[in-house]
Structure formats: C-alpha cells, structure tokens
C-alpha cells in the first residue's frame, strides 16, 4: 500500500506507514491496517485528553480479583530559595521520574525509603547528603501526604492504597 493511500485512511505520521507496510502482505491486510488504524487513533486520544500518568493505577492480573501492588510515579522536587517553591529535578540533575509498585498497605516511611533509593543512591545526591536534608511525601502541587482525610473527616495514616 503507497504513502499517499495510508495518508488518505489518516495515517499522516512516517512511523506509522513504515509500520503498516511491513506489518504483511496477506490477504487479510486492509482488516489488520484497519484494526491498526484504530489503536493508533484511540492512543492519539489518550495523549489529546491527558490520559497519561495517573497518580495510582492498579496492576491488575488477569481477573483473579484486586491487585495487591499499585503502580505510582514518583520523582524529586527540591526547594528553590530564588523562586521560593519545589522545582522538579531533571534527570541529568539525579532527578527525573520513575513507574514503582507500591504494596497497597506501604506507608509513608516504605514510600519515602523507596524513593531516597533512587534520588539520594548511598545516601547522597547532587544536592548534598540526605541526612542534611528534610524529607518528606508530597503531591505534585507540593503539599505534604503525611496525613490524609478520609470521606467522613477523618485524619488518617497516609498508605499507599489510599
């Protein structure tokens, strides 16, 4: 199937025609470009609605009832006196982000210790020792996770799971 052919069915990306060219030469072909198609379409509606990254999703297996682990992406912001706010540390700064499973029931101690294992490796970072540092759980707006409130005002214990 030509470029231009794959242009008009709404494949406009060159990553995606080399896909579909070498994806077969059956004759079952236009059911698979098609079948494509929509999966590439449905993912451009993920990234076009913010669909991404969630704060926790659930690692289901199968359907074998609830997952025991949760999946959450974690990364290190550090305060900036000049701007007088926590500013996310890049990657080549020893920041970044990362995907983690998280047992439902870790607290905050297990998730900080986790994090400290990837942000401070040996107990040190960029920005000096972590034993010279305050830290501590936060949202992405910064604010602490220590303590949350449950649905009836109830201050709670924070845990992974909720």
């Given at each position: 199937?030509?470029?231009?052919?794959?242009?008009?069915l709404g494949i406009s990306a060159l990553g995606d025609r080399v896909a579909i060219t070498q994806f077969g030469t059956s004759?079952?072909?236009?059911?698979?470009?098609?079948?494509?198609?929509?999966?590439?379409?449905e993912r451009r509606r993920s990234k076009q609605s913010g669909n991404?990254?969630?704060?926790?999703?659930?690692?289901?297996?199968?359907?074998?009832g609830p997952a025991t682990q949760l999946k959450f992406e974690i990364g290190w912001k550090h305060w900036n006196e000049s701007l007088q706010k926590y500013v996310q540390k890049k990657t080549d700064q020893g920041g970044g982000k990362r995907?983690?499973?998280l047992a439902r029931n870790a607290n905050a101690s297990d998730c900080l210790s986790m994090a400290k294992s990837f942000f401070f490796p040996g107990g040190i970072s960029p920005e000096g020792n972590d034993e010279?540092?305050?830290?501590?759980?936060g949202n992405y707006q910064g604010q602490p996770i220590q303590q949350l409130v449950d649905k009836s005002g109830t201050t709670v214990l924070f845990t992974a799971e909720r």
């Open positions: 199937m030509s470029d231009e052919k794959l242009e008009e004759v079952d072909r236009e059911e698979k470009v098609e079948k494509l198609r929509s999966i590439i379409q991404k990254g969630k704060m926790s999703r659930a690692n289901t297996v199968g359907t074998k995907e983690v499973s010279d540092m305050m830290l501590t759980l």
